[in-house]
């Protein structure tokens, strides 16, 4: 399967954010990667419900919604009255992980299950068979434009092992840190998205950007 793309908004230009989605829309990316911060699970700020909707009225591919917020649970119906179409909460703010996950699919989305860089991939042994995607981080969550850390690389391969033996539909999505230097050596490891904020908005043709990140992850099919 050709690796998806999901350009992060947290980088977006939100003066002119709808001209931002325009360009997602138009570009090669399947995603929107939409980064909710409370300021308390972690040392950031993002945006609420009414900057969401904004984004869903203007996009035409899915919002894939990475919460890092404390005590998710309480917002599972708000995001799916907003549209999120895939929400991940972060395993490190759930005391109940199983009944969240099954919370978010009977509200009609698709869960995922975020992990800190800290955090080991044996903690979800016992979930995987459950989720339709894991947001491994690959920095520290809470800003856009940090540096890739490279032991994500080995915990790619061991989640893609667990995935295998546990007959999971688990995608692997990498957030954090992604640019075109390390692009095609994680979808080697395994990675079936790719976020990517800074990489895509930083550059001086973003679509273009886009176009990159997939023909160099394609590569990859091409030698397999
Ligand atoms: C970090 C966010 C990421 C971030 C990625 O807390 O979860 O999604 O926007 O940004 P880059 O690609 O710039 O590292
Ligand atoms: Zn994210």
Same mark, same amino acid.
């Given at each position: 399967?050709?690796?998806?793309?999901?350009?992060?908004?947290?980088?977006?230009?939100?003066?002119?954010?709808?001209?931002?989605?325009?360009?997602?829309?138009?570009?090669?990316?399947?995603?929107?990667?939409?980064?909710?911060?409370?300021?308390?699970?972690?040392?950031?700020?993002?945006?609420?419900?009414?900057?969401?909707?904004?984004?869903?009225?203007?996009?035409?591919?899915?919002?894939?919604?990475?919460?890092?917020?404390?005590?998710?649970?309480?917002?599972?119906?708000?995001?799916?009255?907003?549209?999120?179409?895939?929400?991940?909460?972060?395993?490190?703010?759930?005391?109940?992980?199983? !009944?969240?996950?099954?919370?978010?699919? !009977? =509200?009609?989305?698709?869960?995922?299950?975020?992990?800190?860089?800290?955090?080991?991939?044996?903690?979800?042994?016992?979930?995987?068979?459950?989720?339709?995607?894991?947001?491994?981080?690959?920095?520290?969550?809470?800003?856009?434009? =940090?540096?890739?850390?490279?032991?994500?690389?080995?915990?790619? %391969?061991?989640?893609?092992?667990?995935?295998?033996?546990?007959?999971?539909?688990?995608?692997?999505?990498?957030?954090?840190?992604? %640019?075109?230097?390390?692009?095609?050596?994680?979808?080697?490891?395994?990675?079936?998205?790719?976020?990517?904020?800074?990489?895509?908005?930083? %550059?001086?043709?973003?679509?273009?950007?886009?176009?990159?990140?997939?023909?160099?992850?394609?590569?990859?099919?091409?030698? %397999?």
């Amino acid at each position: 399967m050709p690796v998806i793309i999901a350009p992060s908004i947290l980088s977006a230009d939100f003066g002119n954010l709808n001209r931002d989605c325009q360009m997602i829309n138009e570009s090669e990316a399947e995603w929107f990667h939409v980064d909710i911060m409370d300021g308390v699970f972690v040392p950031n700020i993002s945006f609420g419900f009414p900057v969401i909707k904004a984004i869903k009225k203007a996009a035409q591919k899915p919002l894939d919604v990475h919460l890092m917020i404390v005590d998710p649970d309480r917002y599972i119906t708000h995001f799916a009255e907003a549209g999120a179409n895939i929400l991940s909460v972060h395993i490190e703010a759930c005391n109940h992980l199983h !009944r969240t996950i099954h919370e978010i699919k !009977r =509200q009609g989305m698709k869960a995922g299950v975020a992990i800190n860089p800290h955090t080991g991939i044996s903690l979800l042994h016992d979930i995987i068979a459950d989720i339709d995607l894991v947001c491994m981080m690959s920095v520290n969550p809470g800003f856009g434009g =940090q540096k890739f850390i490279e032991n994500t690389y080995h915990k790619i %391969a061991d989640l893609k092992e667990l995935i295998i033996s546990k007959n999971s539909q688990a995608l692997i999505e990498i957030d954090g840190g992604v %640019a075109t230097g390390n692009a095609l050596k994680l979808v080697q490891q395994g990675a079936d998205v790719l976020v990517a904020g800074n990489t895509v908005f930083s %550059a001086p043709d973003p679509k273009a950007m886009v176009s990159e990140l997939k023909k160099i992850t394609s590569s990859d099919i091409i030698s %397999a």
